[in-house]
């Protein structure tokens, strides 16, 4: 199985079953919604730029927390 896969598989999985995981991603899923919804406006004012900004900052912190999730649950697996 390629890393891709695997890596699809387990974020499936977790999605299923590990609520934090599952909280996480559905906050990124809004706050990628929102970017897109930003990066849309052809003149955003300052305060939207700010807004912008912002949700990049917490998306990427929340990746940063699922990555973790999964590099745990990885370990895990390899130790049993």
């Not at 599952?22 to 052809?42: G, I, K, M, P, Q």
């Not at 999730?69 to 697996?77: A, D, E, G, L, N």
Request: net charge negative; charged share 30%.
């Amino acid at each position: 199985m390629s890393n891709v896969t695997a890596e699809t598989a387990l974020k499936e999985f977790l999605l299923t079953n590990d609520e934090t995981f599952r909280a996480l991603a559905t906050e990124h899923h809004d706050y990628e919604t929102r970017l897109s919804e930003l990066s849309s406006l052809h003149f955003p004012n300052e305060d939207e730029q700010v807004e912008e900004a912002t949700i990049k900052k917490k998306k990427l912190h929340l990746k940063d927390q699922m990555e973790a999730i999964m590099t745990r649950h990885k370990t895990s697996q390899m130790s049993h």
